[in-house]
C-alpha cells in the first residue's frame, strides 16, 4: 500500500501556543489542537526543524515531550538579546516566540491537512 | 475519608496586576484563602533601590490600599491572605498593614504574619568569603566579578515559615523574597497537616501554585486557543483552586464572571516559563509536570491529578540584581508611500551618525515595527503598500553620556532626513538604567537558620 500523500502544513492550524522567558531563553509550548496531532507534531517537529526555523535567531534548541499534555516544550537558548532588563527587543520577554514557531511548516498527511483547515474556519 | 475542600484564590498575577481583582475574589463567592504575588525576577532590585532612598519604602506598596478595601470582607468571612509584597522590607509593610487595621477599627481583630530572612544583602561578603561563590546559574561565572554592582540578593524561600505563621493563626502572612507557589502550598499544607515530605502533595502544591500565580492567564486571559471565544473579559474571572485532602484539585472561577476554565487555557498557563518539565524545582521539592492529568469535569471546572514528586534538593536560588548599565529606546513613524524604505534610510543615516559621534554601545538594535519586530525574518518580506512603519531603535552601554547623546539624535531626523516622519510628539527617549538579574545556587544550611516568623498583631 502506497504512503498517504503528505503536504505542507503551517502549525498554526495543528497547534496553540504560549511563551515565556527563562534568562536569555524563550520557552515555547507547543499544544496539539486535537490529542491524536500529537503524535504528528512529535514525530515532525523535531529539534533540527525548529533549530532551521530559527536559524540566525537563537543559538540553540531543546525539547521536551509531556504526552499527558499532548505538548511539546521548546527552550530556544540566546533568543532574547540578553533577556530581562537588559534587552532592547520589542519582546524581551519571549513573550510572542509562541507565534512565531506557529509559522513553521510540517508535512503532514493530506485527510489531517483537510480536517485541520477546516477545523480553524 | 474527608470531603473537605480548600479554596485558595489567585489575586495578582504580578506588580501592576489588575487591581480590582482581589475585590471581586473575596466578593465574588466562596473562598477560604488569597494569594497575592507580587515579585518578578527584577522587582527586588527596584525595591531596593527605593529603600535606600528611603528606609520605609521597599515593599509593594499597592498592596496596603487594597488590604484596605478588602479588610472588611476578609475579617467577616474569615479568608487569610499570603503575599510576598514585602519585598526587601517585609517589616515596614506589615507595619503599614497593622495601622490600616488599626484605623479600619480592627485594633485587636488582626494578626500579621511576617516572615524574613530571605535578605543575604547584609552577610554579601561574609557568605562569599566562606566559600559560597554564587554562582551565576547560566554562565557559571563567580559572583565576586561583579561583587561591588550587586544592587540586591535574596534567597527564594520555601513554605516552611508561612506555614507556621498560618499555623500561630496569621489572617495576612507577609514575606519578602518567597517562591510564588510557596504562597499556595502553604495554606495546603497548614490546612491539612500535610507532612512536607510527601513529594507527591508537595508537587501538586506546586501545580496548584503554578496553575494561579499568573492571575487570569489560565482563566482565559492571554489565551491563544479559539481566542475570539473567550467572553466577558471586561470582569474576567481569576483562577481559584479548590484542594482536596488526596492532593487533587480542580481549578475554576467565581459564577457570573468572564473568561473560561477549559483543559486549553490550563495547558497553555502550565507550559508557560517551562523548563525541564520532568524536574520543576522549588524549595520545597520537584514537581514532575509530565504526569499532570486533567479534564474538564463541568463548565469552567478542570480536575488536575496524579502529579507526581521527588524530594527536595540541598540548595536555594538566590536572585541577585546588579548595575549593568544604561540604555535607551527611541522610535519613529514613517508613513506610505514607501514607509518601510524610509524608515531603513533613517536607520542608516542615525547609525552613520552615530559612528561619527564616536560613541561605543555593547549594542545597537533596530526594529521596524510592522514588519519584523515580533517574528524577525520569519515575517517574510515587508509590504511595500504598508501604510506605516515604526522605525524602534535602542542602544545599551555602560557609559551613561553615550546613551544620553543618543537619545539626542532621534528628534533632529525629523527635519535632517526621509520624509513622511511623525510620531515623535513622546519627546526624547529616557535613559534607563539596567538592573540586571543574576540566579544563583546556596546550600540551604546557609540560609535557613537566618529565616524568623513574628506574629505581629493590630
Known sequence: MPAPKSVPLQLRYLAHARSGDKGNSANVGLIALEPEWYDLLRRQVTVARVRRHFRGMVSGVDRYELPNLSALNFLLHGALDGGGTISLKTDAQGKVYSTALLRMEIPVPAAVARAARKAAR | ?458
Open chain 2, 1 to 458: 475519608m474527608s470531603a473537605r475542600i480548600v479554596r485558595i484564590a489567585g489575586g495578582q498575577g504580578f506588580w501592576g496586576d489588575w487591581l480590582e481583582a482581589p475585590v471581586r475574589q473575596v466578593e465574588g463567592g466562596p473562598i477560604d484563602y488569597l494569594m497575592m504575588d507580587y515579585l518578578a525576577e527584577v522587582t527586588m532590585s527596584i525595591l531596593q533601590k527605593q529603600k535606600s532612598r528611603n528606609p520605609e519604602a521597599g515593599y509593594a506598596r499597592d498592596f496596603v490600599p487594597l488590604m484596605g478595601r478588602i479588610l472588611p470582607t476578609i475579617v467577616a468571612k474569615g479568608i487569610r491572605v499570603t503575599s510576598n509584597a514585602g519585598g526587601v522590607n517585609p517589616r515596614g509593610c506589615a507595619e503599614a498593614v497593622l495601622r490600616l487595621a488599626r484605623d479600619h477599627g480592627f485594633a485587636g481583630k488582626l494578626k500579621v504574619g511576617l516572615v524574613s530572612g530571605d535578605d543575604l544583602l547584609p552577610r554579601l561578603d561574609e557568605l562569599l568569603t566562606a566559600g559560597h561563590q554564587l554562582r551565576d546559574m547560566e554562565t557559571g561565572q563567580p559572583l565576586s566579578d561583579i561583587r561591588s554592582r550587586v544592587l540586591s540578593a535574596n534567597a527564594y524561600l520555601g513554605m516552611a515559615p508561612m506555614v507556621e505563621a498560618l499555623d500561630r493563626d496569621a489572617h495576612v502572612v507577609i514575606t519578602g523574597r518567597v517562591t510564588d507557589t510557596g504562597l499556595t502550598l502553604a495554606p495546603m499544607f497548614h490546612e491539612f497537616g500535610w507532612d512536607p515530605d510527601d513529594w507527591d502533595k508537595v508537587a501538586a502544591g506546586t501545580v496548584a501554585g503554578h496553575i494561579i500565580e499568573c492571575g487570569a492567564q489560565s482563566s482565559g486571559g492571554n489565551l491563544l486557543k479559539d481566542w475570539r471565544k473567550v467572553k466577558g473579559m471586561a470582569n474576567p474571572g481569576f483562577p481559584i483552586v479548590e484542594v482536596s485532602d488526596n492532593g487533587s484539585f480542580v481549578v475554576t472561577k467565581h459564577p457570573g464572571t468572564g473568561g473560561v476554565v477549559s483543559v486549553a487555557s490550563v495547558t497553555e498557563q502550565l507550559v508557560y516559563e517551562m523548563g525541564n518539565p520532568h524536574e520543576y524545582i522549588t524549595p520545597d521539592g520537584v514537581a514532575d509536570f509530565t504526569t499532570i492529568r486533567l479534564e474538564q469535569t463541568g463548565k469552567d471546572r478542570v480536575r488536575v491529578t496524579g502529579i507526581r514528586g521527588a524530594p527536595r534538593t540541598p540548595m536555594l536560588k538566590v536572585s541577585i540584581a546588579y548595575s549593568y548599565g544604561f540604555k535607551a529606546v527611541g522610535t519613529l513613524v514613517y508613513s506610505w508611500p514607501d514607509a518601510y524604505d524610509k524608515a531603513r534610510a533613517a536607520d542608516r543615516i542615525l547609525r552613520q551618525r552615530l559612528k561619527d559621534l564616536g560613541l561605543e554601545f555593547e549594542q545597537v538594535l533596530t526594529e521596524f515595527v510592522g514588519v519584523d519586530a515580533t517574528h524577525g525574518r520569519l515575517a517574510g518580506p515587508a509590504d511595500p503598500e504598508a501604510p506605516e512603519v515604526q522605525l524602534r531603535v535602542g542602544v545599551r552601554s555602560t557609559d551613561r553620556a553615550a546613551v544620553e547623546r543618543f537619545t539626542r539624535e532621534i528628534a533632529p531626523l525629523v527635519l535632517t532626513g526621509p520624509p513622511s516622519v511623525t510620531g515623535f510628539a513622546g519627546g526624547r527617549p529616557q535613559v534607563e538604567e539596567v538592573v540586571a538579574y543574576w540566579p544563583a545556587l546556596i546550600d540551604r544550611t546557609a540560609v535557613e537558620p537566618g529565616v524568623r516568623v513574628e506574629i505581629l498583631e493590630a
